[in-house]
């Protein structure tokens, strides 16, 4: 168990439509990351958070957005989905946001847009 | 912008065989970690290298940092059946981590 929740763990939807997936870190962890993994292929980078702010930001869509709570968990919001956004997206965190801390990944949400 | 290559894409190999998998940076690393992601399971962390010419050894499992701290490979002795699945490097710039493409290894019996 890496400590980190994400939920849910399958969320199935129409297009168009617009759903959150939502993560809760690793106890202690401030930063929070998004990935998205479509099938079979490698992990794409979304954005990252550093204790509610936002640190960096990947190739993420403008209709995705994303937020981190003061409580350290984290959102991410996916809308007007589209056929091509089915995928599995990870929520990972670590203790810092620098990259020189190990990732700690959820189980991820697999998301299916029919 | 940064970018982390990793070869191969796939690789077949039959029980007992040695498999190796190479990571490339374009930029300098401050560090280079590694994950396995099993099939159908999230990415978890395997180890992480900081200095130039690091080697460290987990069991069957030998992994190297170059020297100019821009290549790393992850080598496995004798693969077994439980060694499958897709092994990524993550590559540590100044602020953020960026991952390889990914070696999926497949195991014959």
């Known amino acids: 168990d890496s400590g980190v929740t994400q939920t849910p763990k399958h969320l199935i939807t129409a297009t168009g439509q617009r759903v959150t997936l939502r993560c809760s870190p690793r106890?202690?962890?401030?930063?929070v990351y998004w990935y998205q993994q479509s099938l079979d292929q490698g992990l794409q980078f979304l954005i990252q958070?550093?204790?509610?702010?936002?640190?960096a930001k990947g190739n993420i869509l403008e209709r995705f957005s994303a937020q981190q709570f003061p409580d350290l968990h984290s959102e991410l919001n996916l809308s007007s989905l589209e056929l091509g956004d089915s995928a599995l997206y990870f929520c990972?965190?670590?203790?810092?946001?620098?990259?020189?801390?190990?990732?700690?990944f959820g189980n991820g949400t697999r998301l299916t847009v029919t | 912008g940064q970018q982390v290559m990793q070869i191969p894409q796939y690789q077949h190999v039959q029980e007992g065989e040695d498999f190796t998998t190479y990571c490339n940076s374009s930029?300098?690393?401050?560090?280079i970690q590694w994950y396995k992601q099993r099939p159908g399971g999230h990415p978890v962390f395997l180890i992480q290298l900081v200095k130039s010419g690091e080697v460290k050894k987990q069991k069957r499992l030998t992994f190297q940092f170059g020297e100019a701290k821009k290549n790393s490979s992850l080598h496995i002795t004798a693969t077994q059946t439980t060694d499958v699945g897709t092994y990524f490097c993550?590559?540590?710039?100044?602020?953020?981590?960026?991952f390889g493409t990914g070696t999926r290894l497949t195991v014959i019996p």
């Open positions: 930029t300098t690393l401050s560090n």
């Open positions: 993550a590559g540590a710039g100044a602020n953020n981590l960026f």
């Open positions: 990972a965190s670590s203790p810092t946001g620098t990259g020189g801390s190990p990732l700690h």
């Open positions: 106890s202690g962890d401030l930063s």
């Open positions: 958070y550093y204790n509610g702010e936002e640190r």
